[in-house]
């Protein structure tokens, strides 16, 4: 049972536009909610967060929506360059600190 | 460069063989996950460690174990090697449980 999931599996956006990423969970209990972004060959390097306690957190180009009635948040990203192009994973965490990660969105933004 | 390592970058084994993956956690960080990503998949939590001692077991197999040492690098044994064991492993530390986890660059094994 998925309890992160992220049901694109890929998106792809022109350069300069807005990339919106999203996920949903099933999982009540979930109390943070993090956005990972993964190069090829690399680990996933940790991009912005969110509190169960608030809806929206900004940073520069980067911002993260939380519904949480709909279980729904979304990374938005704006504006997209070409080196935004990765693949996203969102996680949420349970009180405590295990992660549990979507299945992952390609991103491809084009110049 | 996220100040986790993780050695070795690919093993390549055969089928029942065992293997150990080896991870550094960042300076001052306490707390050491293990996780798995299969072909195409996301990420899969096995293990977790605390300063030497387990704190969280997720989906891991009774085939694979773990360990945190004094100076706080973890392996992660995988025995009786399996086909479907291929796949690429990561490890994440933090200093406390609630702090962001960073990621080293991740292991990739392959069983033939």
């Known amino acids: 049972d998925q309890q992160v999931k992220q049901n694109s599996p890929s998106l792809s956006v022109q350069e300069g536009r807005i990339s919106i990423l999203n996920c949903d969970y099933t999982n009540s209990m979930f109390d943070y909610f993090l956005w990972y972004k993964k190069y090829p060959a690399e680990g996933p390097t940790f991009l912005i967060s969110i509190s169960s306690i608030k809806d929206k957190n900004e940073d520069g180009r980067f911002t993260v929506f939380l519904n949480k009635s709909a279980k729904h948040l979304s990374l938005h990203i704006v504006p997209s360059q070409p080196g935004d192009s990765a693949v996203y994973f969102c996680?949420?965490?349970?009180?405590?600190?295990?992660?549990?990660f979507g299945g992952g969105t390609r991103l491809m933004v084009k110049p | 460069d996220s100040g986790v390592t993780q050695t070795p970058k690919h093993l390549i084994t055969a089928t029942g063989q065992r293997v150990t993956l080896r991870c550094s956690p960042r300076s001052g960080d306490l707390s050491v996950y293990w996780y798995q990503q299969s072909l195409d998949q996301g990420l899969q939590f096995l293990i977790q460690y605390y300063n030497g001692e387990e704190r969280a077991k997720g989906n891991i197999l009774e085939r694979f174990s773990a360990q945190q040492f004094p100076d706080l690098h973890s392996e992660l044994n995988l025995s009786s090697l399996e086909l479907g064991d291929s796949a690429l492993y990561f490890c994440s530390s933090n200093k406390r449980v609630t702090d962001t986890q960073y990621f080293g660059p991740g292991t990739r094994l392959t069983v033939l």
């Open positions: 996680a949420a965490r349970e009180a405590g600190n295990m992660l549990t």
